[in-house]
């Protein structure tokens, strides 16, 4: 049975006005070239979204969206005009999620007023580096080794923390990240008694058993009068550590990291200031 060509998703009339819009663009010629071709101004659509439309930017696509907002996303494109209560229920998704940033703005606000007793910790697991870093065609198909990087941000006095540690020595779930936790509260990079911190709602490594003990420990043991944990929706968030990880990577790409030891070198030279990043080796 012979098999039938699919039919075309875009009709005459779409490919009629597409053609139409592009002929409506001025051209220009090059001046080096005598070949027959034509060439748009590359101000032309720049000049025209900085002037009439301010606030429109371009952005590459993010490779760390929410899981729940892909799902909806896919039902609302395959079910077309049958998807309102996927596209009420994404809304719904959304507003939640700037609801806990929102909250999450303020709670620092609230830490950074001179009579505070408010202290706000922000924490993520920067992706997983490996070394050695090397380009030819024999590395994609060996083991590298594994490196981690945790990163505790206090808002309050604008310190972060990183964790670094190698997948030889432990790995990257809630009794690691428990441990990273205890270590740098107890480093005292903030004096103040009361804590709330904002953190990813990933499970296995920040909505576990360990990291309550660890509260209740430094909770009854004296170190602190409160801790609070909140959490921010998976995908949606983006936090100061985010920026630091950004920062780490740039600085990455220009140096190509061998052994560990050049990853931690590029940990401290990726800060602006100083007194920013507080390097810590937790295993």
Known sequence: ??????????????????????????????????????????????????????????????????????????????????SRAATLELELHHRKAEAATLLMKTDIASSQMPDSILSVLLMDLEQVMFVPTLTHSDMFYMSQLSCYNL????????????????????????????????????????HKRNIVAWIDNYTAQNKNRMIVFIYMFLVSSGHFDTIEHRFLFSGQSFLQCDRDFALIEKIKRKCSPVIPEDLHHVILSSTDTDSRFVPEKVF
């Open 1 to 82: 049975m012979r098999t039938r060509t699919a039919p075309s998703k875009f009709t005459k009339n779409d490919r009629r006005l597409v053609k139409e819009h592009v002929n409506s663009i001025p051209r220009e010629k090059s001046h080096y070239s005598r070949e027959k071709k034509e060439y748009m101004s590359p101000d032309f659509y720049r000049r025209v979204l900085k002037e009439d439309s301010p606030n429109v930017s371009f952005r590459a696509p993010r490779s760390d969206i929410c899981r729940k907002c892909d799902l909806l996303n896919c039902e609302i494109k395959t079910r077309g005009e049958r």
């Open 151 to 190: 990163s505790i941000n206090f808002e309050d006095n604008k310190r972060s923390c990183m964790c670094f540690w190698l997948e030889e020595l432990a790995g990257q779930g809630g009794n690691e990240i428990a441990s990273c936790l205890l270590r740098v509260l107890n480093m005292g990079i903030s």
